[in-house]
């Protein structure tokens, strides 16, 4: 039973077109994430969400809009895609407590836009 | 702000051989976890090891272990009998618990290859 899902795992798309990427965790979690993954491999925060409420947004264009619809739900949805928007995203969740400080992460899903 | 360094953009260990991995980080908050994350080809992001910054020992996982020295703010991560599988990309995170922002901040990777 996966602990955090995501999908597509692979998304091709065009410039210009809107895509979404769905992430569900089903670890009872209060805190989920999402972080990009760059050619580099560097990862890079873009949106934390605590009990469905946005806590952090890391200078990310308004193009990349998360929604919570729940605590167990944190969606992507990016507008007018990019060439440099292509790129592994992954979402995390965690529960934020001393007992139990380990992100775990989905599968990510390569993004590439052609 | 807080950063993490890791030096070292690849290594590479003999099978059976001990390996160890440098990342530093840079804080003011004295109350902080430490990870190190292992990404095989796979993709998925698994975690390695776990260290609390008020503890001063050591962790260890099976053939895993860290040596944390919170005065450098230095934490790098030793495998012992290094095995095939071993070979990944390996990330140093940082987390900061008390603030109530929730971001893992991690470093750019180390790529361990393992020779047989």
């Known amino acids: 039973d996966t602990a955090v899902s995501q999908t597509p795992k692979y998304l091709v798309t065009q410039m210009g077109n809107d895509k979404s990427i769905k992430c569900e965790q089903n670890?009872?979690?209060?805190?989920m994430y999402w972080y990009k993954q760059d050619s580099k491999k560097f990862l890079k925060i873009m949106f934390s969400y605590n009990n469905k409420e946005l806590i952090i947004n890391e200078t990310v264009p308004n193009r990349f809009s998360p929604k919570s619809p729940d605590k167990a739900h944190l969606n992507l949805h990016i507008n007018s895609l990019e060439l440099g928007d292509s790129a592994v995203y992954f979402c995390?969740?965690?529960?934020?407590?001393?007992?139990?400080?380990?992100?775990?992460f989905g599968q990510g899903t390569r993004l590439t836009v052609v | 702000a807080q950063t993490v360094t890791q030096s070292q953009p690849e290594m590479s260990v003999q099978e059976a051989e001990t390996v160890t991995l440098s990342c530093t980080y840079d804080t003011s908050e004295s109350d902080y976890y430490l990870f190190w994350y292992k990404q095989p080809p796979s993709r998925q992001m698994i975690l390695v090891i776990r260290?609390?910054?008020?503890?001063?020992q050591n962790a260890t996982e099976n053939r895993f272990s860290v040596n944390f020295q919170k005065a450098a703010k230095s934490f790098s991560l030793k495998i012992s009998d290094s095995q095939l599988g071993d070979a990944a990309m390996y990330f140093c995170a940082w987390l900061l618990l008390t603030s109530g922002t929730y971001k893992y901040i991690f470093g750019t990777g180390t790529r361990l290859k393992v020779l047989a």
């Open positions: 260290q609390e910054a008020y503890k001063q």
């Open positions: 995390a969740s965690s529960q934020g407590i001393r007992s139990n400080t380990e992100a775990f």
């Open positions: 670890l009872g979690h209060d805190t």
